[in-house]
C-alpha cells in the first residue's frame, strides 16, 4: 500500500477491494480504472465523495461469458465429468451418464444484458425455447432475440436450465435462495457465470444434496477466495467468523459434489477478451488525463 500512497490512478481487477480504508491511504487518488464490467468491489459512494471518478470496461466478455455459460451447460447436461472419468478408471457405464438434449428445451436467461442477450443467441442455435427476466423490457429486443419476457418465479418454474447474467446489487443479493430453489424442476440446471453474491451457496449445496435440482455450474460463489488454500488457513487463524467458515464448506462441499462444476472465475479469461481489457482499460486512463472521461460507474447512458 505504501507503494501506491501517492497514486492518482490506479488499475484494479476483481479481486482488489477498494474500501474507505484504502481510499484514505491514497490521499491523491483521482481515478480508478477498473479492468472489468462490474465495479462492486469499489465503494463507489467512498469514491463520489471523494471527487474520485471510477471507469469500468463494459463489454469485453459477451461473446467470452456467454461461450463459458454453454460450455458450462454442456458438460452438466451431457455428463462430461463423469464420463471422462469413467474412460479413465476404465469402469464405462453408458446406463450412468445419459445425457439431456438442449434442442426443444427451455433457457431461462436472468438479466437480458450484453452478454444475456448472446446467451439468447447461442440458445436459438440449440432450438432452445428462450425466457428472460430483467427489470427493464426491450419489447423489440424480444422480437428480435425470440425471447419471453416472464417474472424470475414464472422463468424458474419453467425452465430447464437458468443462466444468471444480472449486476451485484444490495437487490440483488441471494436473488436465488432456498425458496426460488425450491421451485425449480428436479431436472434442471443452474449456471452462474454472473456473480457470486446471486446465489445463497449454502442453500444451492442443500438443494444439490436434496436433489431439488439436476445440477449447477459455477464460475463464481460467494467467498470465492476460499477456494485457495492460504484463505482457507487463515480462517484457522480468526475467531467468531462463522459466515466465512459457512461458505467456505459449502464451496468444499460443491466443488466435490457430482452434479456440480465449480471454476474459479475464469469466464472472461480467454486471450481475445483480456486484448479488449487492455486496450479499454489503457483507453479509460487516457480518456481520464484528457480530461473527457469515458465508461463511468454508475452513469446512466
Do not use: W
Not at 44 to 72: D, K, N, Q
Not at 149 to 168: E, Q
Not at 282 to 291: H, K, P, R, T
Amino acid at each position: 500500500m505504501h507503494a501506491a500512497s501517492e497514486a492518482e490512478i490506479i488499475s484494479v481487477h476483481v479481486a482488489s477491494h477498494i474500501d474507505g480504508t484504502v481510499l484514505a491511504a491514497m490521499p491523491r487518488l483521482r481515478h480508478i480504472a477498473c479492468r472489468s464490467t462490474g465495479y462492486d468491489n469499489v465503494d463507489l459512494r467512498a469514491c463520489i465523495a471523494r471527487g474520485i471518478t471510477v471507469s469500468t470496461v463494459p463489454a469485453y466478455g459477451v461473446a467470452t461469458v456467454a461461450e463459458y455459460t454453454f460450455m458450462l451447460t454442456l458438460a452438466l447436461t451431457r455428463k462430461l465429468l463423469p464420463t471422462i472419468q469413467a474412460v479413465s478408471t476404465g469402469m464405462v457405464n453408458p446406463d450412468a451418464v445419459v445425457g439431456m438434449d438442449l434442442s426443444g428445451k427451455t433457457m431461462g436467461i436472468a438479466g437480458l444484458g450484453r452478454i444475456g442477450q448472446h446467451v439468447a443467441q447461442i440458445a436459438n442455435g440449440f432450438g432452445m425455447t428462450i425466457l428472460a427476466y430483467d427489470v427493464h423490457h426491450d419489447l423489440d429486443l424480444a422480437a428480435t432475440l425470440g425471447v419471453e419476457y416472464t417474472t424470475l418465479l414464472d422463468l424458474l418454474k419453467r425452465s430447464d436450465v437458468v443462466s444468471l447474467h444480472m449486476p451485484a446489487t444490495l437487490e440483488n443479493k441471494h436473488i436465488i435462495n432456498a425458496e426460488k430453489l425450491a421451485l425449480m424442476k428436479p431436472t434442471a440446471y443452474l449456471i452462474n457465470t454472473a456473480r457470486g453474491m446471486l446465489v445463497d451457496t449454502q442453500a444451492l449445496t442443500l438443494a444439490l444434496q436434496a436433489k431439488q435440482l439436476a445440477g449447477a455450474g459455477l464460475d463464481v460463489v460467494e467467498g470465492e477466495r476460499f477456494l485457495h488454500g492460504d484463505d482457507e488457513r487463515f480462517l484457522l487463524t480468526k475467531q467468531s467468523l462463522k459466515e466465512d467458515v459457512v461458505r467456505a464448506l459449502a464451496i468444499s462441499m460443491l466443488a466435490r459434489m457430482p452434479n456440480a462444476i465449480v471454476t474459479s472465475h475464469n469466464a472472461y479469461n480467454s486471450r481475445e477478451a483480456l486484448d479488449r481489457i487492455q486496450q479499454t482499460t489503457l483507453a479509460n486512463i487516457l480518456a481520464f488525463q484528457a480530461g473527457s472521461p469515458t465508461n463511468l460507474a454508475g452513469a446512466t447512458s
